[in-house]
């Protein structure tokens, strides 16, 4: 079973100037989740989809952020402009259900961000 | 909210079996808990989840007592390929939403 692809997997950009990252989660996976992890924290969650609806976006900073899953499969998650403390990696997940009590969740490899 | 705690740090020696607890004092009725490990330079990936008393896999053991409000995280044997961060996860019941948030997990350096 093919696991849940991301690109690129490295990216360095100046700020101001914009990014965008791609995943494709797990063939079935209803549920697709972005995640911000910078260096020695654990991940945070940025948002949450659910087929091509948003379940939860309460983190992601959307006067910068955007991320969208028109088809209900893969995903795009933009920034722009980027800002000096983006600089983090961008996980990807999927998992076959939205079920908090139970949930499991399968990531990518991630995108590493740096921004100069 | 059913936040979790669990040491920052631990370090052990090769063949040696380690035991990772994590607290969840406020963890629901229909919660399960679920670890995962994450190596440098990947995404975290599932180890194992459980209700309630023992679950075994290939990979871990996780022993949870009868008021789950604690587990642990049992790794046999280990060797150096198990230095990894390993993080504890419960259901984070808020007052609008629930959600699965990630601590900063506890980073186990094994030693030959």
């Known amino acids: 079973e093919a696991g849940v692809a991301q690109s690129p997997r490295y990216k360095i950009i100046e700020k101001r100037q914009s990014v965008a990252f791609w995943c494709n989660p797990i063939?079935?996976?209803?549920?697709l989740y972005w995640y911000q992890q910078i260096l020695g924290q654990g991940p945070k969650l940025l948002i949450q989809?659910?087929?091509?609806?948003?379940?939860?976006d309460s983190q992601l900073p959307k006067d910068r952020f955007s991320a969208e899953r028109l088809k209900g499969v893969d995903s795009t998650l933009k920034i722009q402009p980027a800002k000096l403390e983006d600089s983090a990696v961008y996980l990807c997940?999927?998992?076959?259900?939205?079920?908090?009590?139970?949930?499991?969740?399968?990531f990518g490899a991630g995108t590493r961000l740096s921004v100069l | 909210l059913a936040k979790t705690t669990q040491p920052i740090s631990m370090d052990s020696y090769e063949g040696q079996e380690v035991n990772i607890t994590c607290s969840h004092n406020?963890?629901?009725?229909?919660?399960?808990i679920t670890w995962y490990q994450q190596f440098p330079s990947q995404g975290p990936r599932f180890i194992i989840q459980?209700?309630?008393t023992k679950v075994t896999n290939e990979v871990a053991s996780l022993f949870i007592p009868a008021d789950r409000k604690s587990s642990t995280l049992s790794l046999p044997r280990v060797s150096l390929s198990d230095t990894a961060v390993y993080y504890c996860?419960?259901?984070?019941?808020?007052?609008?939403?629930?959600?699965?948030?990630f601590g900063k997990g506890t980073r186990l350096h094994i030693l030959p």
């Open positions: 997940a999927s998992s076959l259900f939205a079920n908090l009590a139970k949930n499991i969740q399968y």
């Open positions: 459980g209700y309630k």
């Open positions: 406020n963890i629901a009725t229909n919660d399960y």
């Open positions: 063939s079935g996976h209803a549920t």
């Open positions: 989809f659910q087929n091509n609806g948003v379940v939860d």
């Open positions: 996860l419960v259901g984070d019941r808020g007052l609008r939403d629930d959600k699965i948030i």
